[in-house]
């Protein structure tokens, strides 16, 4: 059986890794290399790669035909696997084809739930969504209340919810007075970093000096193309960061060779672009406006009406230098003065077009990936995730997977991503948009041994019930699979 994958072009660039690339990655990668030891009745997959460049879900001609001639090129009854951050956008172009292929779109965010968009722009792609998923034989959903919200919002039944997997990784070592926090995100409007910031500045208030980790040290240089946010300090130790910035330039040119390596069978349809070159033939202005379902930044320009707005300067990457592809795009904020930093160090992980005021203790990371962001991870306590809407939060899981406790927005598929155990909750989930709240949470953990070995006690319990990409791909194959499609409850194809 061949398994026809439309994606976005940027699944494997290194600059702007994301959940949904990640989750696309994952689950075909398991279905080409074992699709047959997969527990399922599915054959064998041969899985043929349509990687499409454009500004998703708002492409331009091109890209529209370039997935037309892929469609055209797909024998009756076919099987198309797409990412809902293109399908959802091109009803028009997937028509023509529902009634000759199985068209399975897998929705990693709502299109209109992306939060910076204008009232007009969220109806516009709320409409061009339905109209896509009427379309489909199949509809996936990453968690539990995205496909019910997908169903909701669309007039659907039978959505399935396919959770993201996690890959085992060694469990981080705590350090006694939990002072590490990371947060690995986008850096927009959606992943609520000016609520991170607002509340960091709560704690940074009165605090003695600490240094920051050594890990979140060596991922803190400027990232090409990245401006700094007003006020910035300038930092002594500039031969320092330059080494950190080379080794870990080193470090994501490495991971991205490695990945180039495997995707030898990715194609674009209709491009000049192959899946080696996708990665690199983004512009910074890609950069900023990566997928919305979480791929490093929001399409459309970061709005101005921010949450604790005096916590945050927006800035499209327009307004930047072409970053260098491939490389770690960091910066740290600081070093501050002795007596202005905090008894805890913050990391942040990301790209995009917001970039968080400089906030004593807080050093951006860039976007990291492999070896890099696991050895943020490792150097970590706490895991914050103060986002105002997420279908899942993979980054939730993937800290749980090394005992690490999570706080994070009580929002959309995160309480499942969290989870419970015997022990109770592995950290605690607060109201959006609130700073307050999570500068409260940060202060009682901090002060609190026996709540830090609480939470870290449901951490590693929770560690050990994870779903893997495994169980993952196996559930995603029996979707796909035309004998379990016929057995299971499809969408309702009524228009609303």
Not at 10 to 16: E, G, L, Q, S
Not at 60 to 80: F, H, K, N, W
Not at 304 to 333: F, N, W, Y
Not at 442 to 467: G, S
Request: aromatic content about 2%; glycine content about 8%.
């Amino acid at each position: 059986m061949i398994l026809h994958a439309v994606l976005p072009g940027d699944i494997d660039d290194p600059a702007a890794p994301s959940g949904g690339n990640r989750y696309d990655r994952e689950v075909l990668r398991r279905l080409a290399e074992r699709g047959h030891s997969l527990n399922t009745d599915i054959k064998p997959l041969s899985v043929r790669e349509i990687a499409v460049p454009a500004d998703w879900p708002r492409p331009g001609p091109r890209p529209r035909q370039a997935v037309a001639e892929a469609l055209a090129s797909i024998p009756d009854g076919g099987t198309v696997l797409l990412d809902g951050l293109v399908a959802c956008a091109i009803p028009d172009i997937l028509e023509p084809h529902a009634s000759r292929l199985h068209l399975a779109i897998l929705v990693h965010l709502p299109l209109a739930d992306e939060t910076s968009l204008s009232e007009h722009e969220a109806a516009e792609l709320n409409l061009l969504e339905q109209r896509a998923l009427h379309l489909a034989t199949t509809v996936m959903a990453t968690s539990t209340q995205a496909a019910r919200r997908v169903e909701q919002l669309h007039h659907l039944s039978g959505v399935h919810a396919i959770p993201p997997g996690v890959d085992p990784a060694p469990p981080a070592v705590p350090s006694p007075e939990g002072t590490r926090f990371l947060t690995v995100a986008s850096l927009t409007h959606r992943k609520g970093l000016d609520v991170l910031t607002a509340a960091l500045k709560q704690l940074s208030r009165s605090a003695p000096a600490t240094p920051p980790p050594d890990a979140a040290a060596e991922a803190s240089d400027v990232a090409p193309g990245t401006a700094a946010a007003p006020g910035m300090a300038a930092t002594s130790t500039a031969a320092a960061q330059n080494t950190a910035a080379t080794s870990i330039a080193a470090t994501q040119s490495t991971a991205a060779t490695s990945t180039a390596a495997t995707q030898s069978t990715a194609v674009t349809q209709g491009m000049a672009a192959t899946q080696g070159t996708a990665a690199t033939q983004g512009t910074a202005a890609e950069a900023a406006r990566a997928s919305l379902a979480g791929r490093g930044g929001n399409p459309m320009e970061a709005t101005s009406d921010m949450k604790a707005t005096s916590a945050v300067q927006a800035l499209t990457a327009e307004d930047s230098p072409e970053p260098s592809r491939g490389a770690s795009a960091a910066r740290a904020i600081g070093p501050e003065p002795a007596h202005a930093a905090p008894p805890w160090s913050c990391t942040i992980v990301g790209a995009g077009p917001v970039v968080p005021e400089a906030v004593p203790g807080v050093r951006l990371a860039g976007a990291l990936t492999g070896p890099a962001l696991d050895a943020a991870y490792a150097n970590a306590d706490l895991f914050i995730l103060p986002s105002r809407a997420e279908t899942y939060g993979m980054v939730v899981t993937e800290a749980l997977a090394r005992g690490i406790p999570v706080v994070a927005s009580d929002v959309g598929g995160v309480p499942e991503a969290l989870g419970t155990t015997a022990h109770g909750l592995p950290g605690r989930l607060l109201p959006p948009g609130d700073p307050d709240a999570l500068a409260d949470t940060l202060r009682e953990w901090l002060a609190d041994p026996a709540l830090r070995d609480r939470w870290r006690t449901a951490a590693r319990a929770r560690r050990e019930r994870l779903t893997s990409w495994d169980e993952t791909a196996r559930r995603i194959a029996e979707c796909l699979s035309p004998t379990t499609g016929k057995d299971a409850t499809p969408p309702d194809m009524t228009p609303a």
